[in-house]
Nanobody, 119 residues
Framework: VQLQASGGGLVQAGGSLRLSCAAS????????MGWYRQAPGKQRELVAD???????DYEDAVRGRFTISRDNAKKTVYLQMNSLKPEDTGVYYC??????????????WGQGTLVTVSS
């Protein structure tokens, strides 16, 4: 399984960006998909994730501004980011948790896409 992320860029505060991450390959089952952010000098942290059935969870700082969604048929997860703030700046990584068989799970990471929000 491979993940290809896209959609990052430079945007002014208050602007919007939409990230996409498409999975290729196959597994027994694709489970949770998520987006993580790694800001300069900080650890990677969860921004949002979504279950296979569409249940979502968000970091408190982005709740109400970001929306995560997925298209299971396209094996793609999206992150719509509105009202961006400079503190949203970082490299965004998509994450996919899969079941390789009924007893084995693993996860995969995309290559990261840089989001820079200027003040």
């Amino acid at each position: 399984v491979q993940l290809q992320a896209s959609g990052g860029g430079l945007v002014q505060a208050g602007g919007s960006l939409r990230l996409s991450c498409a999975a290729s390959g196959s597994a027994f089952m694709f489970n949770d998909m998520g987006w993580y952010r790694q800001a300069p000098g900080k650890q990677r942290e969860l921004v949002a994730d979504i279950t296979r059935s569409g249940g979502t969870d968000y970091e408190d700082a982005v709740r109400g501004r970001f929306t995560i969604s997925r298209d299971n048929a396209k094996k793609t997860v999206y992150l719509q980011m509105n009202s961006l703030k400079p503190e949203d700046t970082g490299v965004y990584y998509c994450n996919l948790k899969v079941a390789l068989d009924p007893w084995t799970t693993t996860q995969y990471w995309g290559q990261g896409t840089l989001v820079t929000v200027s003040s």
